[in-house]
């Protein structure tokens, strides 16, 4: 973890000047892809960096742990899955992998990565959260401890590291009662706090994770010529 801060008075310019020292010794070692995570309110950061040719590319955001009280969709269970039936979500993780590499995201997978993926992300310590439809999984949650930064360790809070819905049930209400499934299962649990992230140009993940948690940070990057580096 690394972390970065700026007086009041002329951040903008302090940014900018930081940033050019970093850039240096980051180009000189050979990384093309520069990353900073911001607090979302920080206007002056975000400018800075904007004008350095930084992009918005993740978010994280987060919500207290009470029910929405949604009604469930006909012909929907919810349920949370067992270790031993993980693996039915493989079909949804897939789906969403090939959602993830299409415009605008771009986030291509060979099939062999995907694989890889998939081995590993089936025995992790997480929970999974699932909508049945007709005897299987059309939906899940995915939540665990920790996530992309120090905030997400704090005791009391769970982190979505994974989500999908199949295109023909969205807009139907089963995500949003799934998500207040978990939250019901949270909060009898003790748990005060669930926390996501998620890349800001999936317009489906942009669309529902705003409408539903509060957005703490902005992760902007930037991906210089490669002919710069190790000069």
Not at 190 to 195: E, S
């Amino acid at each position: 973890m690394h972390g970065h801060a700026a007086k009041k008075e002329n951040r903008v310019r302090i940014y900018r000047r930081l940033y050019q020292a970093a850039a240096a010794k980051w180009a000189k070692v050979g990384a093309a892809s520069h990353a900073i995570a911001l607090c979302a309110h920080d206007a002056d950061g975000e400018r800075a960096f904007f004008t350095y040719g930084f992009g918005l590319r993740c978010i994280d955001a987060i919500r207290a742990v009470e029910p929405l009280g949604v009604p469930m969709p006909a012909g929907i269970t919810l349920t949370e899955l067992p270790r031993a039936r993980v693996h039915e979500i493989a079909p949804l993780r897939r789906a969403l992998s090939a959602h993830l590499g299409q415009s605008p995201c771009f986030m291509y997978e060979s099939p062999e990565d995907v694989e890889n993926w998939l081995a590993k992300a089936e025995p992790r310590d997480s929970r999974i959260f699932a909508a049945e439809q007709n005897g299987a999984p059309a939906a899940f949650l995915e939540v665990r401890v920790g996530g992309e930064n120090f905030a997400t360790y704090a005791t009391d809070m769970l982190n979505i590291c994974g989500a999908y819905c199949v295109p023909d049930l969205r807009g139907t209400g089963t995500i949003q009662s799934l998500l207040d499934f978990l939250l019901c299962t949270l909060q009898n649990e003790g748990i005060t706090r669930l926390g996501v992230d998620f890349e800001s140009f999936n317009p489906t993940a942009l669309g529902f994770w705003t409408k539903h948690f509060d957005v703490y940070t902005h992760s902007v990057v930037r991906r210089i010529d490669e002919n710069a580096l190790n000069r």
